[in-house]
T-cell receptor, first 114, second 114 residues
Framework: DGGITQSPKYLFRKEGQNVTLSCEQNLNHDAMYWYRQDPGQGLRLIYYSQIVNDFQKGDIAEGYSVSREKKESFPLTVTSAQKNPTAFYLC?????????????FGQGTRLTVV | GDSVTQMEGPVTLSEEAFLTINCTYTATGYPSLFWYVQYPGEGLQLLLKATKADDKGSNKGFEATYRKETTSFHLEKGSVQVSDSAVYFCALRGMNTGFQKLVFGTGTRLLVSP
């Protein structure tokens, strides 16, 4: 089945560590996105990539980094510069179907700083 | 910029009750509008969509009508079930962004009791 796979589902990070969240898709979509979800704040865009080897900052990119070396993969690194990393992270791919935009989401990764 | 405002939750209902979750938006032109649903611990799934004024999106008994005059896209269901308990997000795809960006509301949690 086609879809978005995020791993791990739960991740614990110590203060000062970098951690990388995986996102893989087999939908052959060009565009991929990372969102952060906090209680009461909805989804906020961290980074997005429209094509391989290109990505752009979203609304809250500080303390995060990404790469897009393959169409299928868009990993997110949460660096030690991110002051409040505990959150639920969602990866999505977005395509245009019959003229409208549709987003496909992974199951999410819950990151906790310990 | 584009924005989406949803009613705050949680919305607590008994099984078979009528559901309305309000959503209003601010955007120029004619954005596409969406409702996504998030079950506990999972990513978001597209519930329904509407791409032009007066369109009615529907799926699984849920409906929403794109009202340009009131800039609204309220979600309704005639008879809710316990299995409908989830967080519901209203979203829009604006016309002014140069990429396929979705703007989300803060989400409304629905709790249905037997």
């Amino acid at each position: 089945d086609g879809g978005i796979t995020q791993s791990p589902k739960y991740l614990f990070r110590k203060e000062g560590q970098n951690v990388t969240l995986s996102c893989e898709q087999n939908l052959n979509h060009d565009a991929m996105y990372w969102y952060r979800q906090d209680p009461g704040q909805g989804l906020r865009l961290i980074y997005y990539s429209q094509i391989v080897n290109d990505f752009q900052k979203g609304d809250i990119a500080e303390g995060y980094s990404v790469s897009r070396e393959k169409k299928e993969s868009f990993p997110l690194t949460v660096t030690s510069a991110q002051k409040n990393p505990t959150a639920f992270y969602l990866c999505a791919s977005i395509t245009v179907i019959s003229g409208y935009t549709e987003a496909f989401f992974g199951q999410g990764t819950r990151l906790t700083v310990v | 910029g584009d924005s989406v405002t949803q009613m705050e939750g949680p919305v607590t209902l008994s099984e078979e009750a009528f559901l309305t979750i309000n959503c209003t938006y601010t955007a120029t032109g004619y954005p596409s509008l969406f409702w996504y649903v998030q079950y506990p611990g999972e990513g978001l799934q597209l519930l329904l969509k509407a791409t032009k004024a007066d369109d009615k999106g529907s799926n699984k008994g849920f409906e929403a009508t794109y009202r340009k005059e009131t800039t609204s896209f309220h979600l309704e269901k005639g008879s809710v079930q316990v299995s409908d308990s989830a967080v519901y997000f209203c979203a829009l795809r604006g016309m002014n962004t140069g990429f396929q960006k979705l703007v989300f509301g803060t989400g409304t949690r629905l709790l249905v009791s037997p």
